[in-house]
Nanobody, 123 residues
Framework: QVQLVESGGGLVQAGGSLRLSCATS????????MSWFRQAPGRERDFVSG????????NYVDSVKSRFTISRDNAKNMVYLQMSSLKPEDTAVYYC????????????????WGQGTEVTVSS
């Protein structure tokens, strides 16, 4: 079992920044691809960004490219999502997820999920 706990969400004005964190615990973190998904009210849970175990490969949904940056610190078992130039349409619950396969935009590929952290961007 891998436990994931997100933090860092909150209320921010449009144009502002937030950094989300995902702390992992439980069985070894080694080898897991980590991704962030988000779910807005009444919407599907959608892929935002993913990072390979080594950090060498990352992927972003087009709508957040150049605004969001995913990173990880394997020594600390942490994954981060730095979000800048936030827009009201970024408002959602953000989830951290883990998988042993390559970065996937399909949420069914992920074995472990956190409980989510809420991000609200006001206009």
């Amino acid at each position: 079992q891998v436990q994931l706990v997100e933090s860092g969400g909150g209320l921010v004005q449009a144009g502002g920044s937030l950094r989300l964190s995902c702390a992992t615990s439980g069985r070894t973190f080694r080898g897991y691809t980590m991704s962030w998904f988000r779910q807005a009210p009444g919407r599907e849970r959608d892929f935002v960004s993913g990072i390979s175990w080594s950090g060498a490969r990352t992927n972003y949904v087009d709508s957040v490219k150049s605004r969001f940056t995913i990173s990880r610190d394997n020594a600390k078992n942490m994954v981060y999502l730095q979000m800048s130039s936030l827009k009201p349409e970024d408002t959602a619950v953000y989830y951290c997820a883990a998988t042993l396969v390559e970065i996937s935009t399909d949420r069914r590929a992920y074995d472990y999920w956190g409980q989510g952290t809420e991000v609200t961007v006001s206009s």
